[in-house]
């Protein structure tokens, strides 16, 4: 199935509140396994633009865009389409292309104030963060040419950086790093959570050092 190249250049056009929210929901209706949610989304797309740049220059839409709704199928297989029509698939496409395009401005203008898509756990009053579908989404771009981000592996400083991210995500085979906190110890992951986005940056400072 063809679907439209990333365009780096293209004009910004952030979705507002409101698409965020029908996008949140189409996701969670798409009657197919793998589909990611929101916040998965966006640590997926994230990954393609703090990892190694050929992931978004060379690699077809195809190859990666799909992995949202849990794939195509062998050649675009109609029997895998989880979409009701043409045009919610290609208003889907349109809205994570703008997505992308728009963490891509942030992390390339105002890397200090850009806020990944994080869930939030609720416990009586309190609110806790939870990054963990966000670093699973996150990985999951990774699996898509893990070799492409061995270098980043090798250096014990970054790894040590980025374990949080690592250890939320579910982790990286032969890559050694902490355990993720209990599901009940919300104190914790809320801590492990927020250094998440350094993790990211610091991934991206790796692999782009002259747009850190």
Known sequence: MDYPRYDPASPVT???PAELDSLDRLLQALPADGVMSLDGVDGFLTALLAGPPALLADMPTADWLPWVWGGDGPGGNEAAEPFTSKRQRK?????LLRHLRHVQHQLDTAPADWEPVFSIAE????EFVD???WCAGFLQAVDLQPSAWDAAWADPALTATVAPLLALGGGIEGVDGPTAPADEDLAALDETSRAVPDAALALRAHFRPAAA
């Open 123 to 126: 416990k009586g009053a309190d």
């Open 131 to 133: 990054a963990r579908d």
């Open 91 to 95: 208003a889907t496409v349109v809205q």
């Open 14 to 16: 952030p979705l507002n």
